[in-house]
């Protein structure tokens, strides 16, 4: 199952802020192809949001990323990876394992972030929710730092992909 069709061996990086929607669309594949910073915070200290377990959360997914991008296998990157630090070593370690990138930019109105942050259960504090969302960046930018592939997630949900 591959809604939009990468690569099969490709990293694909979600990138937008907290609350944009990035698990529901990961949710669309395999679960063994998903890495997510959220979900190794929730195993290192049974808190998603405990960002004192990001370091080793950043180790897990950097393992996996590893062992999948070795593998030839897909893999999906779903943490914010909003800023370009995070994405730059994204995509050093694809290019080490000579992996194609994709990013998923999801370019979601602040009003319809907060709207959805607001009725989770695991809710974002609103400041860093809005930071986020300001440095999002756009398409262009995030093929000039090397994406190959980059899809808006406003497009994936009117079928225009």
Known sequence: MNPLNFPAD???????PPGCGKSTF???????W?????LYRRL???SEIDQSATPVAVEIQNLLLDARLSRALPVLVDSTNIHAHVRAGLIARARYWQRPTVAVLFDVPL???????AGR???VPVHIVREHHQLLPDAD??????????????DLTTGAA
Request: proline share 2%; charged share 25%; net charge negative.
């Open 10 to 16: 490709a990293l694909c990086a979600l990138i937008g």
């Open 26 to 32: 990961a949710a669309r594949y395999p679960d063994s």
């Open 34 to 38: 998903r890495v997510s910073l959220d």
């Open 44 to 46: 290192a200290t049974d």
């Open 111 to 117: 009003a319809t972030v907060e709207a959805q942050n």
């Open 121 to 123: 259960d695991r809710m």
């Open 141 to 154: 930018q995030l093929r000039a730092e090397g994406f190959m592939e980059v899809y808006l997630a406003s």
